[in-house]
C-alpha cells in the first residue's frame, strides 16, 4: 500500500526554538497533504491543507505566521513550528492526497514536545 | 453541535465478543464516511469507507450508515486483542478533498483475553 513517512517521529526542542516536521509521499505524488494535530485523548483536529506550490489554506484559529507550512514538491510538505511554547506540544499528523487510489494516507505523527 | 460525535468510551469486552461502534452526525449534505483505527502513538489508517445508506462489509468489519437517523456505526465481529486501539469515524469533504476529514473524538477499546 501506500506509504506516507512523516520524520521525525518526535521531538524535544526548548521554547521560543523552531521545530519543522518532514511528510513524504513515497510511492504516489500528491498535490495536497493535511496537516493535523491531535492532544492527548483528543481527536484529530485539521489545522493545514498543503497545495504544491501555492500558499496553504489554513483553519479557523490556527495561526498561519506560527505553523508555516511548505509543500514545494508533490512528495514533500514540511510544517515548521516557529518560536514554540509547551502549549505547542502535540501530536502532529500530515496525511497526502492519492488521486489515483482516491484516498488519503497518514503519515505515523511526530510527538513534539516543548520544554 | 459538533459536526461528528462519538462516544470515547473506553469499551472494554473479552476476546471474540461483538463490538459496536457508533458516531452521529450534524449535517444531511454529508455523503462519504470513513473508519480509521489508531493504535497508540501512530497515525490512522483506514479500515472502511461508506458512501451512501446501508451495509458494507470487510472481513470481520462491518460498516453501516443511516442517514435519515445520522448515525453511522461499525461493527468488529469476533474480536481480537489485537484489535484494541482508538477508532475514530469520520467525514470527509468530498470530490477531490477525501483527505480534508472531520473526525469523532475516537472511542478506546480494549479487547481482552
Known amino acids: 500500500g501506500a506509504v506516507v513517512s512523516q520524520h521525525p517521529s518526535w521531538v524535544i526542542c526548548k521554547s521560543g526554538t523552531s521545530v519543522k516536521i518532514e511528510c513524504r509521499s513515497l510511492?504516489?505524488?500528491?498535490?495536497?497533504m493535511f496537516w493535523y494535530r491531535q492532544f492527548p485523548k483528543q481527536s484529530l483536529m485539521l489545522m493545514a491543507t498543503?497545495?504544491?506550490?501555492?500558499?496553504?489554506?489554513?483553519e479557523q484559529g490556527v495561526e498561519k505566521d506560527k505553523f508555516l507550512i511548505n509543500h514545494a514538491s508533490l512528495t514533500l510538505s514540511t510544517l515548521t513550528v516557529t518560536s514554540a511554547h509547551p502549549e505547542d506540544s502535540s501530536f502532529y499528523i500530515c496525511s497526502a492526497n492519492d488521486r489515483v487510489r482516491a484516498e488519503a494516507f497518514f503519515g505515523q505523527g511526530t510527538r513534539l514536545t516543548v520544554v | 453541535q459538533k459536526e461528528v460525535e462519538q462516544d470515547p468510551g473506553p469499551l472494554s469486552v473479552p476476546e471474540g465478543a461483538i463490538v459496536s461502534l457508533n458516531c452521529t452526525y450534524s449535517?444531511?449534505?454529508?455523503?462519504?464516511f470513513m473508519w480509521y483505527r489508531q493504535y497508540s502513538r501512530k497515525g490512522p489508517e483506514l479500515l472502511m469507507y461508506t458512501y451512501s445508506s446501508g451495509n458494507k462489509e470487510d472481513g470481520r468489519f462491518t460498516a453501516q450508515v443511516d442517514k435519515s437517523s445520522k448515525y453511522i456505526s461499525l461493527f468488529i465481529r469476533d474480536s481480537q486483542p489485537s484489535d484494541s486501539a482508538t477508532y475514530l469515524c469520520a467525514r470527509n469533504a468530498g470530490g477531490t478533498s477525501y483527505g480534508k476529514l472531520t473526525f469523532g473524538q475516537g472511542t478506546i477499546l480494549t479487547v481482552h483475553p
Open positions: 449535517n444531511s449534505a454529508f455523503q462519504y
Open positions: 498543503s497545495n504544491e506550490g501555492s500558499k496553504a489554506t489554513y
Open positions: 510511492d504516489f505524488q500528491a498535490t495536497t
